[in-house]
Structures are given as structure tokens and as C-alpha cells.
């Protein structure tokens, strides 16, 4: 199949131009963030550069998330912290936030300068940039369950046996009965890898796309429902 152009696609409405552009805006902030930044971490590390890029990046961002969280939505100062053993900690939240509000400005200035009426380029282009990073983003967290290391068999991760399940938080209840079964891990696992590798062509990117729904909506549901500190990650996904 050929591929649009401009031409043959009808001029978008005016709430789909705006949406578009917010979406855009958002996705790029995010994602350039949580998925492509993380694949220059090797040759930082190569250089002993003291900052990753992950942090360079955050290094920008944070004191605007900061600024948004405290005056407009009357946080804590003391929750914003930054936490590198959490991805749920406040400043997350703030992070993401600061890019929800940057997407509405740039959303909004972009829709009182712009004249085109389609984004057919842009669209096909944000569709690469999201399938990409969705499959990058799933695919070591399928290995990691098709080989099963996430979530340890119990008989191997004493920790499952010593201590006494009413006692164990809803993660590690989670981790539990995940792990117990290595057969449902693998079978998550291979949902995940079937989704990343369906994703990279864009003959069959509706079909990967149907599939990575699944996966990340139940992976959701797992973080929101079990208290895993991943919850914002799996939802953007």
C-alpha cells in the first residue's frame, strides 16, 4: 500500500488540528525523555560523562515542573524530590505534568501561527516516532519474562519463601504469583516480544498496535491494582 499525501486526505477539522498538535507536542516531550534519551546512556558512559543524558534532559525540565506543581497545583515542595529508586515519586508526576501544560502552550501558539489544514507528514512521522518507542520500550521487558528473570520463580527467590504472605506488600504479592508461574510469565512475555517485532513494520503496525494494547493495559492494571511503582510509566505506554 502507498503511503497518503496531502492531496488525498480530506482538510482536518479544526478540533483535530488542536488535538493533534497537543498530542505531538506531548509525545515528543515524553518519549524523547522515557525511551530515545536512554539509548545515548552507553556512549555517555563511554565518555565518564558526569551527567547521563536522561538527567541532562530532567536537568532542564525539573525546575519548571517544580514552579508548575507548587503554584498551580498547590503541591508539597517536600514530595518533589527527586527519587531515582521510584517512578512514581512527585517529581514524576510534576515532569509530566510540566509536559502536558508545555504541550497545551505549544498546542495553542501553534494553532494561532499555523495556515495547513492536514498534518499528513507530521502525522506518518509521529506515528514512526510512537511505534518505535513503544516497541523499544517493550521489548527488554519481554525478554526479561520470556526468559523468566523478572518476576523469579519462588524456588528460586528465597525472599517468597521466608517471609509470611500476609506481610508482603501488593508488589510483592504481584511478584509472588507472577513468579509461581513461569508458564503465564512466558506467555506475557511473548505477547510483549510478538507486539515490539509487529511494531517495527508499518505493514503491520494496526495489528502490533491492537496486540501492545492488550499487553500494556493489563501491565496497568497490574501497577494501579498491586501498588507497583511504574504506574505512569505503563499508562503513557
Not at 6 to 31: C, E, G, M, S, T
Not at 205 to 223: C, E, R, S, W
Given at each position: 500500500?502507498?503511503?497518503?499525501?496531502?492531496?488525498d486526505?480530506?482538510?482536518w477539522?479544526?478540533?483535530?488540528?488542536?488535538?493533534?498538535?497537543?498530542?505531538?507536542?506531548?509525545?515528543?516531550?515524553?518519549?524523547i525523555?522515557?525511551?530515545?534519551?536512554?539509548?545515548?546512556?552507553p556512549?555517555?558512559?563511554?565518555?565518564n560523562a558526569?551527567?547521563?543524558?536522561?538527567?541532562?534532559y530532567?536537568?532542564?525540565?525539573?525546575?519548571?515542573?517544580?514552579?508548575i506543581a507548587?503554584?498551580?497545583f498547590?503541591?508539597?515542595?517536600?514530595?518533589?524530590?527527586?527519587m531515582?529508586s521510584?517512578?512514581?515519586?512527585?517529581?514524576?508526576?510534576?515532569?509530566?505534568?510540566?509536559?502536558?501544560?508545555?504541550a497545551?502552550?505549544?498546542?495553542?501558539?501553534?494553532?494561532?501561527?499555523?495556515r495547513?489544514?492536514?498534518?499528513?507528514?507530521?502525522?506518518r512521522?509521529?506515528?514512526?516516532?510512537?511505534?518505535?518507542?513503544l516497541?523499544?520500550?517493550?521489548?527488554?521487558?519481554?525478554?526479561s519474562?520470556?526468559?523468566?528473570v523478572?518476576?523469579?520463580p519462588g524456588?528460586?527467590?528465597?525472599?517468597?519463601?521466608l517471609q509470611?504472605?500476609?506481610?508482603?506488600?501488593?508488589?510483592?504479592?504481584?511478584?509472588?504469583?507472577?513468579?509461581?508461574?513461569?508458564p503465564?510469565q512466558?506467555?506475557?512475555?511473548?505477547?510483549?516480544?510478538l507486539?515490539?517485532?509487529?511494531?517495527?513494520?508499518?505493514?503491520?503496525l494496526?495489528?502490533?498496535?491492537l496486540?501492545?494494547?492488550?499487553?500494556?493495559?493489563?501491565?496497568?492494571?497490574?501497577?494501579?491494582f498491586?501498588d507497583?511503582?511504574?504506574?505512569?510509566?505503563?499508562?503513557?505506554?
Amino acid at each position: 500500500m502507498t503511503a497518503p499525501v496531502a492531496d488525498d486526505v480530506p482538510p482536518w477539522n479544526r478540533l483535530k488540528r488542536v488535538a493533534f498538535r497537543i498530542a505531538f507536542a506531548y509525545f515528543v516531550l515524553y518519549h524523547i525523555d522515557e525511551t530515545y534519551l536512554g539509548l545515548l546512556g552507553p556512549i555517555f558512559r563511554v565518555l565518564n560523562a558526569p551527567m547521563g543524558p536522561r538527567a541532562v534532559y530532567r536537568r532542564a525540565w525539573d525546575p519548571i515542573a517544580r514552579w508548575i506543581a507548587i503554584h498551580l497545583f498547590s503541591a508539597d515542595a517536600s514530595l518533589l524530590a527527586t527519587m531515582n529508586s521510584n517512578t512514581d515519586s512527585g517529581i514524576h508526576y510534576a515532569r509530566v505534568g510540566s509536559f502536558l501544560v508545555a504541550a497545551i502552550v505549544i498546542g495553542a501558539v501553534w494553532s494561532a501561527l499555523a495556515r495547513r489544514r492536514d498534518y499528513v507528514a507530521l502525522d506518518r512521522w509521529l506515528s514512526d516516532f510512537l511505534r518505535f518507542a513503544l516497541a523499544l520500550s517493550l521489548f527488554p521487558y519481554a525478554v526479561s519474562k520470556v526468559f523468566p528473570v523478572q518476576m523469579l520463580p519462588g524456588h528460586l527467590f528465597t525472599t517468597y519463601l521466608l517471609q509470611p504472605l500476609g506481610d508482603k506488600s501488593p508488589a510483592g504479592l504481584l511478584w509472588a504469583f507472577v513468579g509461581y508461574s513461569v508458564p503465564y510469565q512466558m506467555f506475557a512475555g511473548f505477547t510483549e516480544l510478538l507486539a515490539s517485532l509487529l511494531l517495527l513494520t508499518r505493514r503491520t503496525l494496526a495489528i502490533g498496535a491492537l496486540v501492545a494494547l492488550v499487553a500494556t493495559v493489563n501491565v496497568a492494571a497490574f501497577n494501579l491494582f498491586y501498588d507497583v511503582d511504574i504506574k505512569l510509566f505503563s499508562l503513557n505506554l
